[in-house]
């Protein structure tokens, strides 16, 4: 569409944004001091171009308000006759021109143009569906179609009420145990401890860092008492204690070496105990537990599978005797599993009085005798080779 002056020229838009007769040069200037409502729509659908003359390469009030700001600017490789992807669409601000258009190529470049600088538009035009109700859509169609539709709502209900039940027992599922948080607790107690530790520099062995300075670390464990006591030793002033702390484990729970040293040496090193402060109790025995039963202690030993049974539990052999026992008939008071048996104990205890030699000839023959498991059994000769060696011995095994 052609807009003529009142002279019969043509008028078009100048580089200013301003509209001018090529004929007699009237004026038409753009109003930038008002805001204009570009009653922008967004569009889907295509395009000729057929004069190149109707592009609008400086609108950039228009290509902003349409979204496409990167629509202002040169217009490059464009011909007349070329097909292209319509994008938006709003009303110019100068009313002659009418609509005015942003396109998109095959190149990806965007473009303005006027509506009469297009032909064969082609705009895809959604379908929307009136808002109804169940029953309005139905109404037509008769009661088997209504039928229809409430048996597929209350399908749809039922089955989301399924998937609620379903998810509700997965969320279960995937929550953690009793036994795997003591479990995840008892390896963050021993991380807690080991990870603290480095080699300290002028031959004194490892050492932790406290607020006391750099410190040997002493723990003391009592099972009787169920206590543990760690003791910060000053690395290099004379092994003088510089601070004390003392974990007790309550008489309702089950007591672990390496949960109590890890609340020790934080209590010493004046730390907080609040991830220790509430750990449940063992669910399920494991070998090298200590367990209670009747009035009597024991030390589980390897599994028994063989002799379960609904009415005593799962059977384990205990160290002790040649006997079973099952997980219903006792209670765990020890789930610590240490590494460090009680003879590996008294070994630490009598390397420390200068008695090494006295005790680790003792213990040589003790340790074969034992039923202990065999992990065990090699940390202990381990333990007792390293002892001996301290004290100028030979020791190998075979």
């Known amino acids: ?27 038409i200037k753009g109003d930038d001091n008002m805001a204009h409502d570009f009653k922008i729509e967004k569009i889907s659908g295509t395009a000729k171009i057929e004069t190149l003359g109707a592009l609008l390469s400086s609108y950039k009030k228009f290509a902003e308000a349409a979204g496409h700001p990167e629509a202002c600017g040169g217009n490059y490789g464009l011909s007349n006759g070329m097909e292209v992807k319509l994008l938006a669409k709003g009303v110019h601000e100068q009313s002659i021109y009418g609509y005015a258009y942003v396109f998109e190529t095959d190149t990806g470049s965007k473009h303005m143009i ?36 409430r048996e597929s709502y209350s399908k749809g209900y039922a089955d989301g009420f399924k998937q609620a039940k379903f998810d509700t027992k997965m969320d279960a599922i995937n929550e953690e145990t009793p036994q795997q948080v003591r ?17 300290g520099h002028d031959g004194v062995g490892e050492v932790i860092d406290t607020k006391f300075g750099y410190c040997h670390v002493e723990f003391v464990v009592n099972r009787e008492k169920r206590t543990v006591v760690a003791l ?40 907080s105990i609040d991830q220790y402060a509430n750990v449940p109790n063992p669910t399920e025995a494991g070998e090298g537990d200590i367990i209670k039963f009747g009035t009597t202690d024991y030390t589980l030993a390897e599994r028994r599978p063989e002799l379960d049974s609904d009415r005593d539990g799962k059977a384990f052999g205990v160290k002790e005797s040649i006997g079973w026992i099952g997980d219903k008939q006792f209670e765990i008071i020890d789930d610590s599993r240490s590494e460090v048996s009680e003879f590996i104990e008294k070994a630490k205890a009598a390397e420390i009085e200068g008695e090494a030699r006295y005790e680790v ?25 390293t002892i001996f060696e301290l004290c100028g011995g030979e020791c190998e095994w075979d």
């Open 361 to 385: 000839d003792r213990m040589l023959g003790e340790i074969e005798l034992m039923n202990i498991p065999p992990q065990v059994r090699r940390d202990a000769k381990e333990y007792a080779a």
């Open 232 to 271: 910060l030793r000053a690395a290099y002033v004379g092994k003088l204690i510089l601070s004390k702390g003392i974990a007790k484990c309550h008489p309702n729970d089950c007591f672990n070496e390496h949960i109590g040293k890890a609340v020790a040496l934080r209590k010493a090193n004046g730390e």
């Open 183 to 199: 479990d995840r607790i008892v390896e963050q107690a021993k991380a807690d401890v080991q990870n603290r530790y480095f080699e």
């Open 114 to 149: 006027t509506q009469r600088g297009l032909s064969d538009i082609k705009i895809d035009k959604p379908t929307q569906m009136p808002e109804q109700t169940y029953a309005e859509i139905a109404e037509p169609f008769g009661k088997q179609f209504r039928d229809a539709i």
């Open 1 to 27: 569409m052609v807009v003529k002056c009142d002279c019969g020229g043509e008028i078009r838009e100048t580089i200013d944004g301003d509209n001018e007769c090529i004929i007699c040069g009237n004026t």
